[in-house]
């Protein structure tokens, strides 16, 4: 007779010493915000990819867009990377090449790798992220390492509590997209947000009450807008405040009161003050948001 299967292994205790569960109950917000990934599932960047498209590239050997040879980086180098790898016209990639600092200082190497790493770990193909690059060409000046840790720490915060609905790789994937600052901004920015929300009241309370409460809308339709704060930033969410202080003669306990009750209070304060590069995915109830507080 066939053995019976063994028992599955018990979770593992908490670093101090209490049961997994009640260590998860306990655990504020400031526990997601302040714990990097610093180790665990790491996706290392394939060099062999890497260096075999970055080998189709430089045998090419067309002019670059300043009618100059080939050469490994720079400007021209970039510019036929835009070119060549991500199918842009001439034209598009010098008006984008405008836009990025310090290109000259910048591994050639890097942008192949930033696209090999956005395609494996996001979403596949060239031409999802040539439209981001449009958008935003800064997110070819981030490093792998950079963007790396700040997807992490995203989902880190995003998936490991009670309210992470809605917000899976594809979703992420989407946003991302959207607005490449979220990702290339980096993880200090993304904890530098969580922490300016969790000092005026943001909590896991408050964010339950907001997704779950009598009048919330119900997943899928809506949920916590996390992504489109953090797209804001703890500066752009500072001139919302002050926005909403100068021009509503709220006091700062007010708009706290009135984040915690409405996060889209807040989006609606940034919209308002130009406090966000462009407006947040969130806009169809900032107008009502803003009218409700007046």
Same mark, same amino acid.
């Given at each position: $007779?066939?053995?019976?299967?063994?028992? $599955?292994?018990?979770?593992?205790?908490?670093?101090?010493?209490?049961?997994?569960?009640?260590?998860?109950?306990?655990?504020?917000?400031?526990?997601? =915000?302040?714990?990097?990934?610093?180790?665990?599932?790491?996706?290392?960047?394939?060099?062999?990819?890497?260096?075999?498209?970055?080998?189709?590239?430089?045998?090419?050997? @067309?002019?670059?867009?300043?009618?100059? !040879?080939?050469?490994?980086?720079?400007?021209?180098?970039?510019?036929?990377?835009?070119?060549?790898?991500?199918?842009?016209?001439?034209?598009?990639?010098?008006?984008?090449? @405008?836009?990025?600092?310090?290109?000259?200082?910048?591994? !050639?190497?890097?942008?192949?790798?930033?696209?090999?790493?956005?395609?494996?770990?996001?979403?596949?193909?060239?031409?999802?992220?040539?439209?981001?690059?449009?958008?935003?060409?800064?997110?070819?000046?981030?490093?792998?390492?950079?963007?790396?840790?700040?997807?992490?720490?995203?989902?880190?915060?995003?998936?490991?509590?009670?309210?992470? =609905?809605?917000?899976?790789?594809?979703?992420?994937?989407?946003?991302?997209?959207?607005?490449?600052?979220?990702?290339?901004?980096?993880?200090?920015?993304?904890? #530098?947000?969580?922490?300016?929300?969790?000092?005026?009241?943001?909590? *896991? *309370?408050?964010?339950?009450?907001? =997704?779950?409460?009598?009048?919330? =809308?119900?997943?899928?339709?809506?949920?916590? $807008?996390?992504?489109?704060?953090?797209?804001?930033?703890?500066?752009?969410?500072?001139? #919302?405040?002050?926005?909403?202080?100068?021009?509503?003669?709220?006091?700062?306990?007010?708009?706290?009161?009135?984040?915690?009750?409405? !996060?889209?209070?807040?989006?609606?304060?940034?919209?308002?003050?130009?406090?966000? !590069?462009?407006? $947040?995915?969130?806009?169809?109830?900032?107008?009502?948001?803003?009218?409700?507080?007046?």
């Amino acid at each position: $007779p066939s053995e019976p299967a063994p028992a $599955p292994a018990a979770a593992p205790a908490a670093e101090d010493g209490r049961p997994p569960q009640a260590a998860a109950d306990e655990a504020p917000i400031a526990k997601a =915000v302040t714990k990097r990934a610093r180790a665990g599932r790491k996706t290392l960047v394939d060099k062999s990819l890497a260096n075999a498209a970055n080998s189709q590239l430089f045998s090419l050997g @067309q002019d670059g867009i300043a009618g100059k !040879p080939w050469t490994a980086g720079g400007r021209t180098g970039l510019g036929k990377f835009l070119v060549f790898r991500l199918l842009m016209g001439k034209a598009e990639a010098k008006a984008l090449i @405008q836009k990025v600092p310090d290109v000259d200082a910048m591994r !050639p190497e890097q942008w192949s790798e930033t696209l090999e790493w956005l395609m494996e770990e996001l979403q596949p193909g060239v031409q999802p992220w040539a439209d981001a690059v449009r958008r935003d060409p800064l997110l070819l000046a981030a490093g792998v390492d950079t963007l790396r840790e700040a997807l992490w720490w995203l989902e880190e915060f995003l998936w490991n509590r009670e309210w992470a =609905v809605g917000f899976g790789r594809q979703a992420l994937s989407d946003a991302i997209q959207h607005r490449p600052h979220l990702l290339y901004q980096g993880a200090d920015a993304l904890e #530098a947000t969580a922490l300016w929300l969790q000092r005026h009241g943001v909590d *896991d *309370d408050v964010t339950m009450r907001c =997704v779950a409460g009598p009048t919330a =809308v119900p997943f899928p339709l809506e949920h916590y $807008p996390w992504i489109e704060l953090f797209q804001v930033g703890a500066n752009g969410l500072e001139d #919302a405040a002050r926005w909403a202080e100068e021009e509503l003669g709220k006091s700062r306990d007010e708009v706290s009161a009135a984040l915690r009750g409405d !996060p889209n209070f807040i989006l609606a304060a940034a919209t308002a003050a130009d406090a966000a !590069p462009r407006q $947040p995915r969130a806009a169809t109830r900032l107008t009502e948001a803003l009218e409700a507080a007046a």
